[in-house]
């Protein structure tokens, strides 16, 4: 199973400031996703490091990703309410794997 | 117990012909999803089923691309006039009942591998 562990697993901050979460994996990888899923919608890709990269801007995002510690950070700054939503990090190749799923994620709250 | 399940595994077809493409769900999932994913590329949304709401189909990349839903449980994915940009892989995934506030966890078929020639 190539599925990410994300923490924390709430997140709580006000409108403005920067958001932060985590992601571990267990195996080698050759890139990496974070996706978000608002509430009783499908996932939506975010953005994409593959496994050479280090970090990775897309607009208010930024990706960070240490291979030797197998994790990776998501970052959002300048946070706003419309980025409440469910984070999560998935890495290659899941879908050959029946039993592959999404973890619980982050769920991230900006409060306006 | 059974995962979800996709049909077929493979497709290989010619540029301008129709394809479908079939969805087996958990049984007793009441969220389907569809998802495609490019070579070297990440999950992009498709459409998704909820009971018997409407479905959302803000991801369809244009109108040659449509899916249904009978009963509630299987799908099907249809491609019409398949162009060489439709390649990729074609996930499908079900969720239990949502429970508003709460992330679902999606479970993920094995894909179908789409081809185009």
């Known amino acids: 199973s190539q599925q990410g562990e994300e923490d924390p697993q709430a997140l709580s901050i006000q409108e403005g400031e920067n958001a932060t979460m985590n992601c571990s994996y267990k195996t080698s990888i050759n890139n990496l996703q974070w996706y978000r899923q608002n509430s009783g919608r499908g996932l939506v890709h975010l953005i994409l490091i593959r496994s050479n990269e280090r970090e990775k801007h897309s607009g208010r995002l930024r990706v960070t990703l240490d291979t030797s510690k197998k994790s990776s950070s998501l970052l959002i700054t300048a946070s706003r309410a419309a980025d409440t939503a469910s984070y999560f990090c998935?890495?290659?190749?899941?879908?050959?794997?029946?039993?592959?799923?999404f973890g619980a994620g982050t769920r991230l709250t900006v409060k306006p | 117990g059974a995962g979800v399940s996709q049909s077929p595994s493979n497709k290989v077809t010619e540029k301008g012909k129709d394809v479908e493409l079939r969805c087996d769900p958990i049984s007793g999932h009441t969220a389907l999803y569809w998802y495609r994913q490019s070579l070297g590329q990440g999950l992009e949304f498709l459409i998704y089923f909820q009971g018997n709401s409407a479905p959302d189909k803000s991801g369809l990349p244009s109108d040659r691309f449509s899916a249904e839903r009978t009963g509630g449980s299987v799908s099907t994915l249809t491609i019409q006039r398949t162009q060489q940009e439709d390649s990729a892989v074609y996930l499908c995934?079900?969720?239990?009942?949502?429970?508003?506030?709460?992330?679902?966890?999606?479970?993920f078929g094995p894909g179908t591998r789409l081809l185009v020639l």
């Open positions: 995934a079900s969720s239990p009942q949502f429970d508003l506030g709460y992330s679902e966890t999606q479970y």
């Open positions: 998935a890495t290659d190749p899941y879908y050959n794997n029946n039993d592959m799923r």
